[in-house]
């Protein structure tokens, strides 16, 4: 079994023992009740500002990484990215391989006003659910862990929410069938999930794929400002950078010289 796989694998579970606790009704209810407050932030205008944009991402560890930084406060890490401008985050809530949980999603709304996706592996409604009432303004939906059917599905139900939806692909194949699905926001994500392999060139290279008028964000393996400079040449909007500002002594410092702002 890929790494993928056993991350859906585990995520079904996880879901299903959840749902004893909360059922989606109630989940759903409580979603309503969030989504009703108007205060939601558009991860979409955030990325489709004027030049390239940074989602600055906290993640505690990853299965390619180990333990990346358990101990610094969320908080600070959260308040450190906006103040380096940082045009939206992303929060991991996968808890068995990277250490987050939904708790942490809500936590950083309450410290920042930037727009927030919620970065996890969502293969059920249930979690759409979760990720609103939570604090979520985006969600993450990623081809390769999805049929078509249940993709076209969550998607749909993410529109109906008004959560916007970062549909994650690694190759050509996985492209077109987030074009066929209309997303508006298309992730090239340079880490093969089966392998946990990564190759920059892979944005550059689906970029010229994606029509103009999609928004396009570039993710993983990406720590300098000359990538990121080269990323906005070839017509990328936005990068998701999480391991390299969360391994960095200084997260402010390493975030501001990726956005530009007073480094």
């Known amino acids: 079994m890929n790494v993928l796989a056993e991350i859906v694998a585990s995520t079904r579970e996880r879901v299903a023992a959840q749902r004893e606790v909360v059922p989606e009704a109630e989940l759903a209810r409580a979603a309503a009740r969030r989504a009703s407050h108007g205060d939601r932030r558009s991860f979409a205008d955030a990325l489709a500002a004027p030049g390239l944009s940074v989602i600055a991402e906290h993640k505690r560890s990853s299965p390619s990484a180990g333990t990346i930084r358990a101990q610094t406060p969320l908080e600070d890490v959260v308040t450190a990215y906006e103040r ?9 809530t996968e808890e068995t391989r990277f250490g987050g949980r939904l708790e942490d999603l809500a936590a950083a709304r309450d410290c920042t006003r930037l727009p927030i996706l919620c970065k996890d ?9 979760e990720s609103l009432a939570a604090g979520a303004d985006a969600i993450l939906l990623i081809v390769a862990a999805l ?3 249940l993709l076209s599905e969550l998607h749909q139900l993410a529109v109906k929410l008004e959560l916007d939806a970062l549909v994650e692909v690694h190759d050509a194949r996985e492209l077109a069938v987030a074009l066929e699905l209309g997303a ?6 340079n880490r093969d999930l089966a392998t946990l392999q990564v190759d920059t060139a892979r944005a550059f290279e689906l970029r010229r794929q994606i029509p103009d008028g999609t928004l396009v964000v570039a993710e993983s393996g ?3 400002r000359a990538e990121l400079e080269q990323l906005a040449t070839a017509g990328v ?3 998701l950078v999480g391991e390299a500002l969360m391994r960095a002594p200084d997260i402010e410092a390493a975030c501001r010289e990726l956005t530009g702002v007073g480094a």
């Open 237 to 239: 909007d936005a990068v």
């Open 184 to 189: 508006s926001i298309i992730g090239v994500n």
């Open 121 to 129: 592996f969502i293969v059920e409604d249930y979690q759409l659910h």
């Open 147 to 149: 049929d078509p059917d």
């Open 84 to 92: 380096a401008g940082a045009a939206a985050l992303s929060v991991l």
């Open 222 to 224: 990406l720590s300098h």
